[in-house]
């Protein structure tokens, strides 16, 4: 079961720079993230989110493929093409897995204007090797929401808010 991180910085870019962090342990097999979104709160109070992956791109791509497929069959591939592209698009953009927008822009409401906030679904995570891996975050972030155990929630408070 997938458990939920939330991490809270005083800047907009700390949050950027710690997915990249954490997409690069990623690869390294150290920690397996099914969904990780910045949130950011603009000067003037406007929430936005940055998904890692996008869902529309995605669903015009696999759309294309099936449309052009299908095309194929009945002699107009270019046609099925753009309806499966079009269609495939349309999905994405209202496909909603993984983190709850809505949760996510409620959280963020009661952020301070200029600020952001990584939340991350961790599938599995070598935790001693992880916070290990973000040092360089220590005294940048507060941790504000997880459904981590007790002593991981410690173990990671401490390495993040430490000064």
Sequence with gaps: MSKLIAVVFDDPTTAFEMRTSLMKMQKEYLIDLEDSVVVTKTESGKT???QATSLTSAGAIGGGFWGMLIGLIFLNPLLGAAIGATAGAVTG?????GLNDQMMKDIAASFKPGSSALFV???RATV????AGLKEFAGKG???QT???KD???TLRDALEAA
């Design 48 to 50: 936005k989110l940055d």
């Design 93 to 97: 953009k209202f496909t909603d897995i």
């Design 121 to 123: 679904l961790v599938r």
């Design 128 to 131: 001693d090797k992880v916070v």
């Design 142 to 144: 507060k941790v504000y």
């Design 147 to 149: 459904s981590l155990d």
């Design 152 to 154: 991981t929630e410690q």
